[in-house]
């Protein structure tokens, strides 16, 4: 039985810059691309200033940062000039791309640059590290780091890793995925084999709207996973059910987004389930310096981008969406945050605040005007 945990945000006050950055930025952008650019600068600077002052769990109270677009990560000067070959960008919306780029980077330089943060893999706790070293997968052969996290396309990264080691034929197989066969995990490996490769590897990660994961995790493990409702579902109907009967039988297979939400409130965010564990505390972004962190939001660009830069042979492509996969839709993702309610959601985004923050995605706008759309 699982006991109710205390709640912990996660949030730390953000501070000033740390060494080095996330993702290389292009320092050449000429003043004509500049003014192009300026008209998307007030809303996304506002949002810097935000992330600077420590104030993000101010704005979930007064609503705003709903109307702040901010784009998915992007990478390096090699990796501009390699999307606008791909997507065919005109300067213009290049240089827009870099200044936002350079915002994010910022962003995470300022957060992780804090005191209280951690600065590399041996200042987390003992806890922390281990949950860190079990999520970064290795491949010595083409000498990259990949932090899996789960919902964000990260078993479709384990079959590219099985085939890059010759344990799979292809991407495309059709096989069950298993999640831990014939995959290095760095905590396998010595204190000084980790330290090696931590400097000297390429480490890319990806990242997800933190709700939209969520719920992602919700239907998925609760609509489909019979382990997950004999497990989680069962538990989280008889502490949080109203009325519920706890010597009935409990199947945990109709558990409700409400339900599921009021059981993450009660769980510390370095305990829960990797399956809904903030992206930060799986793969802490201050404590390991990623050369790359690519966006479910742009998967197929930022994948393909990243298996050029290991090198991956011509025939290892990244596999195609399963036909039976349901996405997370915009409409779908509305409906649930909006029949949610509003107390839940604003005890509930403080535990994901730092992935909104450290990977600038903007908070849900779950106002009642925008909801009744």
């Not at 050029?308 to 036909?323: K, L, Y």
Request: charged share 25%.
């Amino acid at each position: 039985m699982m006991a109710p945990r205390k709640q912990d945000s996660g949030l730390k006050k953000a501070g000033v810059a740390r060494n080095g950055s996330v993702i290389n930025f292009r320092q050449t952008v000429n003043s004509g691309s500049l003014r192009r650019s300026s008209a998307v600068l007030p809303s996304v600077l506002t949002f810097a200033v935000i992330v600077a002052s420590g104030g993000l769990l101010l704005m979930i109270e007064k609503g705003m940062l709903n109307s702040m677009e901010t784009p998915p990560p992007r990478g390096n000067s090699q990796r501009s000039d390699y999307l606008r070959q791909a997507r065919h960008l005109d300067p213009g919306a290049d240089a827009e791309s870099q200044i936002l780029q350079e915002i994010r980077n910022r962003t995470i330089r300022t957060m992780c640059g804090q005191k209280n943060m951690p600065h590399d893999v041996w200042s987390l706790s003992p806890l922390q590290r281990k949950t860190l070293l079990q999520h970064i997968l290795v491949n010595d052969e083409h000498r990259f780091l990949y932090c899996y996290v789960p919902k964000v396309a990260c078993s479709n990264w384990k079959r590219v890793l099985k085939v890059l080691s010759g344990a799979l034929a292809n991407v495309d197989a059709n096989i069950k995925m298993d999640h831990k066969s014939d995959l290095l995990f760095l905590s396998s490996l010595k204190p000084e084999e980790i330290l090696y490769r931590l400097k000297h590897y390429f480490k890319f990660m990806f990242v997800r709207e933190p709700m939209e994961r969520l719920l992602s995790a919700y239907r998925n493990k609760f609509g489909e996973i019979k382990t997950y409702q004999e497990k989680y579902g069962a538990e989280i109907i008889r502490r949080y059910r109203k009325g519920h009967t706890k010597a009935r039988a409990v199947a945990g297979d109709d558990v409700t987004f409400a339900e599921f939400v009021r059981y993450l409130l009660d769980e510390d965010v370095e305990r829960m389930n990797e399956h809904w564990m903030p992206i930060y505390n799986l793969c802490q972004p201050c404590a390991v310096s990623y050369d790359f962190i690519g966006s479910y939001e742009h998967l197929e660009s930022d994948s393909d981008y990243v298996l050029q830069r290991i090198g991956a042979p011509p025939h290892v492509h990244f596999p195609e969406r399963q036909t039976w996969y349901k996405p997370v839709t915009t409409e779908t993702l509305h409906y649930y945050l909006c029949s949610l309610p509003q107390k839940l959601l604003r005890e509930l985004l403080p535990k994901y605040i730092l992935d909104f923050s450290l990977f600038t995605y903007p908070l849900p706008n779950t106002t009642t005007e925008y909801c009744r759309h």
